[in-house]
C-alpha cells in the first residue's frame, strides 16, 4: 500500500498541476472566442464555470485537507482555532463550488452534506475551545476520520484532473455512465468515500457515530406477525397487500415491506424486529389543491404520533410545500422539549391524511426513564432582559439540545423576530453561553433554517 505521506504529496502535486491546467484552458478559451460563433463562445463560458468550480472545489478540499492534517501537531488554542476557522470557511467554500456543479446527472447531496456536517463540526471545535473546554479522544477520532475522507475525496477530484490533461475531458460533453466525474459522486454513493456522522442532518438531528436504540422495547416479532402491525400502522388507508421485501440489520434489525391500496396507491413501511415498533413508512399521493390548513395539519401529525406509540410529542417546527406539511415533533416532559427525540411526520394537506413517518432519531436517542438534575442557574426573565429591544422575542422555552460528541445540554429556546426576520437562539441555561443561533429562511420548499 502507498505511504500515506508519499500519498499526499502526490495529491498536492497533482492539485498545483491542475490549477496551471485551469490558467491555460483560461487562455485558450479566450482564443478560441475569437474565431466562434455566439453558440460556441456560450458552451466555452459553461465550460469554463464547470471548470472553475471544479479547480475551487479541489483547492478548498486541499486547504481542509492540510488544515486537518495539521491539527494532529497543534497543541495551543490559538493556532487550533486558526485552523479549524480556516477549515470551516473552505468547507464553506467547497460546498458552493459543488453547488455550481449540480446537474440532473449528478447526485451531489451526499458530498454537500459532508462539506456542511465538515463546517458545522469545525465551528463546535472552536466554541469548546473559546469556552476552555479540552478536546476529548472522540474529538480527535472525529478529526482523524473527517481528515481521511477529505483526503480521499481530493485524491479523487485530483486524479479527474489528470483525464482534464490527459483525455481532453469537459464537463458539457461527459454525461454517460463513463464519465468520471459521475464515478466520482457515485463512489460517494457506494460509500467508496467514508464520511463520519458528525453533528446533525438538518437542526438538532442526530449524528452520533455508533448509535443504540434506546427506545425499543418489547419481545421479538416474527415476519407475520410485523407484517399484521404494519396494516394496523396503515389502517388510514385501504390496504389490500402488505409484502417483505428485506430483513435489515443495521444498528438494530428491522422488517421491510412493500404494500399497495385498493386505489392503487404504493409505498414501503419499516418496523423493528424488537417490539414491532414503527421506525418509518411512506406513500406516494399526488398532490392537488390543499384543504386542510397548517394547523390542523400539525393536529394529525400530532395525534398519529399518540396512536403509534410515541406519546409526550410537541410540534416544533412546520413547513409547507406543494400542499405537504413537514412537522418535526419532539418529546416533551416537565416542560423541556428534548431536540434529540425527534419523530419526523409528512402530512397530505389535501386529504389530511398522514404520508410520510420516520422515527430514527427517536428510537436512537429516547430513553428518559431516568430524573435528570439539570442545571438551571438563569431565570426566562433574565434571559430576556440580554437582547435589545429590536429583537421582539415571542417565546422562551426549555430546551435540550445535541453540542456535538454526543454530548446534550440545557438551554434556553429563544424564538422571536429582528427587522423582518424570524430567528431561533440557544442559551446554555447554566452559563448563559449562546450555544446556536439559527435563522429562518423563507425557500422555494418552505421555510429553512440556516
Known sequence: MENTNTGRKKYKIAVAACALFLAAAVVLAVLLGVYVSRAGDARIDAENNYRAAYFELLDSMLDIETDLSKMKVASTDAMQTELMLDTAINAELAGQSLSALVRDEYQLEPTIKFCNQLQDFAKYIVKKIDREQPLTDKDYESLDDLHEAALELGRRLAAMGDGMREDGYYFIEAIGEDDPFRDIVDGVEDSAVQYPSLIYDGPFSDGLEDPEPHALKG?????????????????????????????????????????????????????????????????????????????????????????????????????????????????????????????????????????????????????????????????????????????????????????????????????????????????????GYELEVMQVIDGDDGELLM
Open 219 to 431: 419481545e421479538e416479532v416474527t415476519r407475520e406477525q410485523a407484517a399484521q402491525k404494519a396494516k394496523e400502522y396503515l389502517s388510514e388507508y385501504d390496504v389490500t397487500e402488505v409484502e417483505f421485501t428485506a430483513e435489515a440489520n443495521g444498528y438494530f434489525e428491522s422488517y421491510m415491506y412493500s404494500f399497495a391500496t385498493a386505489d392503487g396507491k404504493a409505498g414501503t413501511v419499516q418496523l423493528s424486529k424488537t417490539g414491532g415498533h414503527l421506525v418509518m413508512f411512506d406513500i406516494y399521493e399526488e398532490m392537488v389543491m390543499p384543504t386542510f390548513s397548517k394547523d390542523e395539519g400539525v393536529e394529525v401529525a400530532k395525534i398519529y404520533c399518540r396512536d403509534h406509540g410515541y406519546d409526550g410529542m410537541t410540534a416544533v417546527w412546520s413547513t409547507v410545500s406543494d400542499s405537504e406539511l413537514f412537522v418535526n415533533l419532539c418529546y416533551e416532559r416537565d416542560g423541556i422539549v428534548f431536540y434529540p427525540d425527534m419523530v419526523k411526520v409528512k402530512v397530505s394537506l389535501q386529504t389530511g391524511k398522514v404520508i410520510g413517518f420516520e422515527a430514527l432519531q427517536y428510537i436512537y436517542n429516547h430513553d428518559r426513564e431516568d430524573e435528570v438534575d439539570y442545571a438551571v442557574e438563569l431565570t426566562e426573565e433574565e434571559v430576556r432582559a440580554v437582547y435589545r429591544d429590536d429583537f421582539e422575542i415571542e417565546s422562551v422555552r426549555l430546551a435540550v439540545i445535541p453540542t456535538g460528541g454526543g454530548e446534550e445540554k440545557l438551554c434556553y429556546e429563544v424564538y422571536g423576530e429582528c427587522d423582518g426576520d424570524k430567528y431561533f437562539v440557544f442559551v446554555d441555561a447554566e452559563t
